[in-house]
C-alpha cells in the first residue's frame, strides 16, 4: 500500500472513510449501496458514466424482468414507490419452440400468475425508469452516500487495515471493503488477482423496443429457435414490448445494419401476428453473448456483485435478478458483521457472502447454459426431447408451480431485502 499511502487521500465525505467503496454504478452499484446506507454504513460510489447520460432519453427501449423477489428488495429499500406506475406485472409466461414463420410449436409451457399466492411472478421496468429512480434515491442519502461520477478506477491496494483506491483524476479514496460492480470485464476482479473462466455463445441480442396493435395482456413470451432464444416482454404503458432477440453474431450484425424497415422484416417470421401489426419505437440495441464467471467472488478486501462476479446468458432473464440477490446477500453479511462490531473487510466476513450466493450464481450460470445449448439448435433428437421436456413440466402442476415459484425468485435461501425485510 505505500505507493498509493503517499498519495493525497481525498474524503468525499469530509468525515470519516467510507466503510465500502463501491466502482460500477450500473444498476447493482446503486442498490447495494442505498442497501448499506439506509442500514447506517458509508459508501462512497465510482461510476465512468456521468448522470446526465445516466437520465438520458437514450436508455429508451432497454428492460429488466424483475422477478417478484426482486421487486420487494427495490420496496425495502424505498426504491418502488419512483417506479411502481411505470413498471408491468408479469401475469403469464410462455414458452415454447420454434422456428421462423412456422409458429411456435404445439409443445409449450404457460406458467399462470394465479398459481402463485404471492401476486405476479415479476415486473417489467424500463432502465430508463429504473436508472432515474436509483439515481434520485441516492441524492437523497448524502449523509452517507456520496456518488462521484465520470470517473475511473485505475489502481487499487489492500492491507490489512482496508484498502486503497486511485482515480483517474489523481484522487485516493480509502475503505473498509471494494465491492466490484462493474460488468463482465470488471477491472476491480482484474486488479485483485481474480480470474475468470468462460466462453463466447456465438450469438448478438438484438434488443428494441416494440409498439404492436393489441394488447400484450401483461403476457411473457420466450420463442427458442434455432439460432437463439426471442423474447417479447410487456411494457408499461400503452401496448409496447421490449424484445431481446439472439441471432449468429454474422446475422445479428447484417440485421442490425438495416434500415428499421428491413430490421422489422425480419422480426417479423419471428414475432409472428398475435400481437398484431409492429412497430419500432425508440433505438436499438446489440451485445454480444457470453458467459464469464469469476473464479472467486471474493479476494482481499474486495467482493463481487453482479455480473462482475457472474455474466450469464439472458435466456431466462435473470441476470439482473442474480445481481440483485448478490446485493441482498452481500448487504446483510456486512451490515450483520458491522453490529457485531466485525471489521466488514475481512476475510470471515467475506466468506459467509462467497458461501450463501456461490451455489446460486453456479447453478444459475450452468443452467442457463444448459438451456441455450439445448434449445438453440435444430437438431431433430434434440427438439423432441424438448418437447416432451416442454409437455411434461406444463401437464405437472407440481413442477409447474416449482418453475413459477423459481421464475419469481421466491426459492433457495433468501436474504431479509428479498423477503421485503428491512436489515
Do not use: C
Amino acid at each position: 500500500m505505500d505507493k498509493l499511502a503517499r498519495a493525497v487521500i481525498v474524503n468525499p465525505m469530509n468525515g470519516p472513510r467510507a466503510h465500502v467503496i463501491i466502482t460500477g454504478g450500473g444498476l447493482n452499484g446503486p442498490a447495494l449501496a442505498l442497501a448499506l446506507a439506509h442500514a447506517g454504513l458509508r459508501v462512497t460510489v465510482i461510476d465512468a458514466m456521468t448522470p446526465d447520460l445516466l437520465r438520458a432519453e437514450s436508455f429508451d427501449g432497454r428492460a429488466y424482468a424483475l422477478a417478484l423477489a426482486s421487486q420487494r428488495l427495490l420496496a425495502a429499500i424505498g426504491l418502488w414507490p419512483q417506479i411502481r406506475e411505470q413498471a408491468q406485472p408479469i401475469l403469464d409466461i410462455k414458452v415454447s419452440d420454434g422456428h421462423a414463420g412456422r409458429g411456435a410449436s404445439p409443445f409449450h409451457m404457460h406458467f399462470d400468475h394465479a398459481e402463485l399466492e404471492e401476486g405476479p411472478m415479476g415486473f417489467m421496468v424500463e432502465d430508463r425508469y429504473l436508472r432515474r429512480a436509483l439515481l434520485d434515491a441516492m441524492d437523497s442519502q448524502t449523509h452517507r452516500l456520496t456518488m462521484l461520477s465520470g470517473r475511473r478506477v485505475i489502481a487499487q491496494e489492500v492491507s490489512a487495515g482496508g484498502v486503497l483506491v486511485r482515480l483517474d483524476d489523481g484522487t485516493t479514496l480509502d475503505g473498509d471493503l471494494l465491492v466490484g460492480a462493474d460488468g463482465r470485464k470488471s477491472g476491480t476482479a482484474l486488479r485483485a488477482g481474480i480470474r475468470r473462466t468462460g466462453h463466447d455463445y456465438g450469438q448478438t441480442a438484438l434488443v428494441s423496443a416494440i409498439r404492436h396493435e393489441k394488447p400484450h395482456a401483461g403476457t411473457a413470451h420466450q420463442f427458442f429457435m434455432p439460432a437463439g432464444p426471442l423474447a417479447i416482454l410487456p411494457l408499461q404503458p400503452g401496448n409496447r414490448s421490449s424484445i431481446v432477440w439472439a441471432e449468429s453474431h454474422a446475422r445479428a450484425h447484417e440485421i442490425n445494419a438495416l434500415d428499421d424497415a428491413g430490421y422489422l422484416e425480419a422480426l417479423r417470421p419471428r414475432f409472428g401476428d398475435f400481437l398484431g401489426r409492429i412497430e419500432l419505437e425508440g433505438k436499438r440495441f446489440t451485445y454480444p453473448l457470453n458467459l464469464t464467471m469469476a473464479e472467486s467472488m471474493i479476494a482481499a478486501r474486495v467482493a463481487l456483485i453482479g455480473d462482475a462476479a457472474h455474466g450469464v446468458h439472458p435466456i431466462a432473464g435473470q441476470g439482473l435478478n442474480a445481481g440483485l440477490r448478490d446485493v441482498a446477500a452481500l448487504a446483510e453479511t456486512l451490515v450483520l458483521a458491522a453490529r457485531r462490531g466485525e471489521d466488514i473487510g475481512a476475510a470471515q466476513v467475506l466468506e459467509r457472502y462467497a458461501q450463501w450466493r456461490r451455489f446460486d450464481s453456479n447453478a444459475l450460470a450452468l443452467a442457463t447454459d444448459m438451456f441455450n445449448k439445448l434449445f438453440s439448435n435444430d437438431n431433430p433428437v434434440l427438439r423432441t426431447v424438448r418437447h416432451l421436456g416442454l409437455g411434461l413440466v406444463n401437464a405437472t402442476p407440481g413442477l409447474r408451480r416449482g418453475f413459477i415459484r423459481e421464475a419469481a425468485g421466491l426459492t433457495g435461501d433468501l436474504p431479509r431485502l428479498m423477503r421485503g425485510q428491512p436489515l
